[in-house]
């Protein structure tokens, strides 16, 4: 199974503080049927800043320290990008690290409250230049629970998104929960991952949230991100279903 965001790097972000705590998400992980782990710290988000060439050092002295203790999981290269104007210009600059380091998928993450407005040119700029936008996380984001056509309007145009297994799980609660149902119903998600960011309150939950997906949607959807995920690693299309809105009257349950 492959977890395609997850803050595993020691000491890069607010994930794993340090090595042994990235060894333990390891084994964590491996005890999850995880076997392929794109590590995606923040990039431009706070005080975090990770270019490329600092996290493909970082992911080769992690798989390095998993090889000396003999674990059987690899990490790959990859970075959550906080969404800015100039995103494009700093690909071109070596800066931005797409997932897998395939140049074809970044992820590209909003604040939890805000959607700017240049979001739909620069997701046109960006395929443009050969690269897709991943919006992650979007059913953890006020401003597109409040209006989730923003998100039909991305997906339309060629972005594609990732839900998180906690918020399946109902770990962040019961509303995102719901929400991130409306997501997965309404062809408006293609990846789910874990963003684990430690062992204890962010954990990988890979394991409970597939099972939650399998009976609440079938086998079908599960298999589906799975290869979604393996087509990521590879740098490959993903297809896709045609998205449909979200219904507000639906989605806030009370009409
Ligand atoms: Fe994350």
């Given amino acids: 199974m492959i977890d395609i965001h997850c ?19 390891v084994e964590q992980a491996i005890q999850e049927g995880i076997t392929t782990i794109i590590a995606t710290p923040h990039h431009l988000n706070g005080p975090y800043i990770n270019e490329k060439a600092k996290i493909i050092k970082a992911v080769d002295q992690l798989n390095e320290e998993i090889g000396n203790k003999g674990l059987d999981l690899k990490i790959l290269p990859g970075q959550e990008c906080r969404i800015y104007g100039d995103l494009i210009n700093d690909y071109h600059k070596g800066d931005i690290l797409p997932l897998a380091n395939s140049n074809k998928y970044v992820f590209v993450e909003f604040s939890s409250n805000h959607v700017p407005r240049y979001a739909k040119q620069l997701f046109y700029d960006m395929q443009l230049a050969g690269l897709t936008p991943i919006i992650v996380h979007p059913e953890r984001n006020s401003q597109i629970m409040t209006s989730p056509d923003l998100l039909y309007d991305f997906v339309t145009s060629g972005a594609l998104t990732q839900i998180t297994t906690s918020s399946l799980t109902g770990h962040f609660g019961k509303k995102i929960k719901r929400f991130t149902e409306d997501l997965i119903e309404h062809h408006l998600t293609h990846f789910i991952a874990s963003d684990a960011h430690n062992l204890v309150n962010r954990p990988f939950r890979m394991r409970e949230a597939l099972h939650e997906l399998e009976s609440t949607f079938g086998i079908e959807i599960v298999y589906q991100f799975q290869e979604n995920a393996d087509l990521v690693v590879n740098g490959l299309h993903v297809a896709t279903e045609p998205p449909e809105r979200v219904k507000k009257k639906k989605f806030l349950g009370i009409f």
Wanted: glycine content about 6%; overall charge negative.
């Fill in 7 to 25: 803050h595993i790097l020691p000491n890069i972000d607010d994930g794993a503080a340090h090595l042994t705590e990235s060894i333990q998400m």
